[in-house]
C-alpha cells in the first residue's frame, strides 16, 4: 500500500462539498487578480485566508491577551456581491501578544498592511529566484521585505520555518498527533520542522451532529505571520473550561463562530469552530446553532496532554531528504488530489466554454443536482437540461469580468485551494475531483449575487 492509499485509509481524506461555509467562499473573492505567488503561499498557510469571521470576546485575561494592537483591513461582502474594505480586530495563534512570538507577529503585520503586497508578489512572478529559499514560507518577495523580516526575527530571538511536511505524503508524522485527537477526524493535515501543526478536523458530538473547525498548534521560539481575523471583539460569551483532561482552556461562543484557545507552556492551541449560536438550522452546509455544552463537549474529545511537549514530526529516512520542503506544484496536488495541470485544463475548458456562449457545454461540466438561486428564488435543478432557462441568470457579463480579472490567457488562470476543492474567478467558482474519476463544477456565484450551490451529494473524493 501507498503513503497515498495508507493516508486516505488512515485518515478518511474525502470531504463532501457539506462542508464548504458558503460565506467563507464569498469571503475569498478579491476584486482584483491574486497574483501566483499569493497563491502559492495560500496553499501553505491557508488558515489567514479561511479564517476571517470570527469575533472575539470581552474578558481582559481571555481573549484580549490574544488581540493584535492593531486592528486589520478584510475583504467583507458588502450585501450587494462585492467587497468592502473592513477594520477588524485579530489575534495571533502564535499565543499571547506580550510574547517574543506575539509581538513579531504583530510588528510584521502591522509592515504588511501599509506595504503594496500585491505589487511585490506580481514582481516576483516576473522575476523569480531574486531571494534565499529560507524565505520560502513567508510572504516575502523581494529584498526589502527580507530585510524587514530579518530584523524582526533577530529583535526577539526567534527562528524561522525551514521545513513542511504533509501527512498525505508522511502518515507516520501523524502516529503521535493521533492519540491525542481520540475520535476526532483530521484532513489536509501538515507539520513544520519544530512540531508546528494544522488540519480541517470534524467531531460528532451526539447532542449536537458533525461539527467542523480548523486546527492549529504552534510552537514557541519560532515565528508564525497567521493571524486569525476577529470582527466585534465583543460578541462572544467567554469562560475557561477544565477539560476531562485536565487542561484549562478558554472557550469563547459567538454568533457564527466559536473558539477554542489553550496554552500549553511549550505551544499554543486554536480551534475555529465552523458554528456559532446564531448558525442557521436550515442550512445544509452546517447541523445548526452550537451550545456552551456541545463547545465543551467538543474540549473534552481532545487529550490535550498527548499534544505537549510538542516534539518534531517524524518522518521515514526512505521517504523524505534533510531540508525537503514541498514544492508549490506538491502542495496543490496535496490540497486537492489533482495535479495543477489537470485543474487548468479543465477550468480553462469550462471558462472557453462560457466566453464562447456554449451552454449545453456549460451546463454539462457541472455537477447535478444543484440549487439555482436567482432574484426571484431558488429551485432545485436536478440535471443539465433543466438548468438551461436559468443559464443567463448566472452567467451573467458580471461573472466574466470577475473571470478575466484572474484568468491570464485561454490555458492558465489563478486557482485558490481550499478543503479539497478548487476555485477560479477569485472564488466564485469552485469544483472538484469526483467518486467517478470526473471533474466537474460545484459552485457558481456571480457578483449579482445569482448562484449555483450544493443540494444532494456530490461524492467528492481527493482520489
Not at 493516508?7 to 491574486?34: G, L, N
Not at 475520535?183 to 447532542?207: C, I, K, M, R, V
Not at 475531483?433 to 466537474?440: P, T
Request: net charge negative; aromatic share 10%.
Amino acid at each position: 500500500m501507498s503513503n497515498r492509499e495508507l493516508y486516505q485509509k488512515t485518515f478518511s481524506q474525502v470531504h463532501s462539498s457539506t462542508d464548504i461555509q458558503w460565506e467563507d467562499m464569498e469571503a475569498m473573492r478579491p476584486k482584483k487578480r491574486i497574483s501566483k505567488n499569493l497563491l502559492a503561499l495560500a496553499a501553505v498557510i491557508t488558515l489567514s485566508a479561511i479564517l476571517s469571521t470570527v469575533a472575539a470576546a470581552t474578558d481582559l485575561f481571555g481573549l484580549r491577551s490574544w488581540l493584535l494592537p492593531e486592528k486589520t483591513t478584510v475583504q467583507a461582502p458588502d450585501g450587494q456581491g462585492y467587497l468592502e474594505p473592513v477594520e477588524v480586530d485579530a489575534i495571533t495563534l502564535s499565543g499571547y501578544t506580550d510574547t517574543p512570538e506575539g509581538r513579531a507577529t504583530a510588528e510584521w503585520n502591522v509592515f504588511l498592511d501599509g506595504y503594496d503586497t500585491m505589487a511585490a508578489a506580481q514582481d516576483a512572478d516576473r522575476n523569480p529566484g531574486q531571494l534565499d529559499s529560507k524565505y520560502a514560507l513567508y510572504q516575502v518577495y523581494n529584498r526589502e521585505m527580507a530585510d524587514k523580516l530579518d530584523e524582526i526575527v533577530e529583535k526577539y530571538g526567534l527562528i524561522l520555518h525551514t521545513e513542511i511536511i504533509d501527512a498525505y505524503e508522511h502518515p507516520e508524522a501523524m502516529e503521535d498527533i493521533l492519540k491525542a485527537l481520540g475520535d476526532n477526524q483530521a484532513y489536509s493535515t501538515y507539520f513544520f520542522e519544530d512540531g508546528t501543526l494544522h488540519y480541517d478536523g470534524e467531531y460528532y458530538l451526539p447532542d449536537y451532529g458533525k461539527v467542523d473547525y480548523q486546527f492549529s498548534r504552534y510552537v514557541r521560539g519560532t515565528f508564525n505571520e497567521v493571524i486569525l481575523n476577529v470582527g466585534n471583539v465583543s460578541a462572544y460569551e467567554e469562560w475557561t473550561y477544565r477539560t476531562a483532561c485536565g487542561q484549562a482552556v478558554t472557550l469563547a461562543l459567538g454568533p457564527t463562530k466559536s473558539l477554542l484557545l489553550a496554552d500549553l507552556g511549550d505551544s499554543f492551541v486554536t480551534l475555529n469552530v465552523l458554528a456559532g449560536t446564531e448558525t442557521d438550522p436550515a442550512d445544509i452546509f452546517s447541523s445548526g446553532p452550537i451550545s456552551a455544552s456541545d463547545l465543551e463537549a467538543l474540549a473534552d474529545s481532545f487529550d490535550f496532554t498527548k499534544l505537549t511537549p510538542a516534539i518534531p514530526p517524524r518522518v521515514e529516512a526512505e521517504t523524505a531528504e534533510a531540508g525537503w520542503a514541498i514544492p508549490a506544484e506538491d502542495t496543490f496536488l496535496m490540497s486537492t488530489g489533482v495535479e495543477e495541470a489537470m485543474a487548468q485544463n479543465f477550468y480553462c475548458g469550462f471558462i472557453r466554454a462560457v466566453e464562447e456562449d456554449r451552454r449545453e457545454d456549460v451546463a454539462t461540466m457541472i455537477a447535478w443536482p444543484r440549487t439555482v438561486f436567482t432574484q426571484e428564488g431558488s429551485v432545485l435543478v436536478e440535471n443539465w437540461e433543466d438548468f438551461l432557462p436559468y443559464y443567463d441568470d448566472v452567467f451573467t457579463e458580471d461573472l466574466l469580468e470577475a473571470i478575466h480579472e484572474n484568468q491570464y490567457d485561454h490555458e492558465r488562470a489563478d486557482l485558490i485551494c481550499h478543503d479539497g476543492m478548487i476555485g477560479g474567478a477569485g472564488g466564485d467558482i469552485w469544483f472538484a475531483l469526483l467518486e467517478d474519476d470526473r471533474m466537474a463544477v460545484l459552485t457558481v456565484q456571480n457578483p449579482e449575487g445569482n448562484s449555483i450551490r450544493y443540494d444532494g451529494p456530490a461524492g467528492i473524493t481527493a482520489e
